[in-house]
């Protein structure tokens, strides 16, 4: 099992930054990608950015260019950067690992951390 905790939430002004972090626990050892998804009440939830094991990362094309996602490994935590946030960019936010075993693989998530942009 991996347990994720989640914080760095909150509310900020159109304009502004927020950084969430998440960090991991447990069996981690075969998590081979982390991210963050977002979710709105009513909505699905949606991928925003994540992070494999080798460093690459991926990014909805809403966030690309104001969000950055990076990973202190000795720490076991990932960070999400949200630069010049919008309004839309409103929703829960959960962070979540991919861990594979002999070709397995399972998500494990976070709580959710609530960012909220006023405009």
């Known amino acids: 099992q991996v347990q994720l905790v989640e914080s760095g939430g909150g509310l900020v002004q159109a304009g502004g930054s927020l950084r969430l972090s998440c960090a991991a626990s447990g069996s981690i050892s075969r998590i081979n990608a982390m991210g963050w998804y977002r979710q709105v009440p009513g909505k699905q939830r949606d991928l925003v950015a994540r992070?494999?094991?080798?460093?690459?990362?991926n990014y909805a094309d809403s966030v690309k260019g104001r969000f950055t996602i990076s990973a202190d490994n000795a720490k076991n935590t990932v960070y999400l950067q949200m630069n010049s946030l919008k309004p839309e960019d409103t929703a829960v936010y959960y962070c979540?690992?991919?861990?594979?075993?002999?070709?397995?693989?399972?998500?494990?998530w976070g709580q959710g951390t609530q960012v909220t942009v006023s405009s």
């Open positions: 992070i494999t094991g080798g460093g690459s990362t």
């Open positions: 979540y690992a991919e861990r594979l075993v002999i070709g397995v693989r399972s998500d494990y």
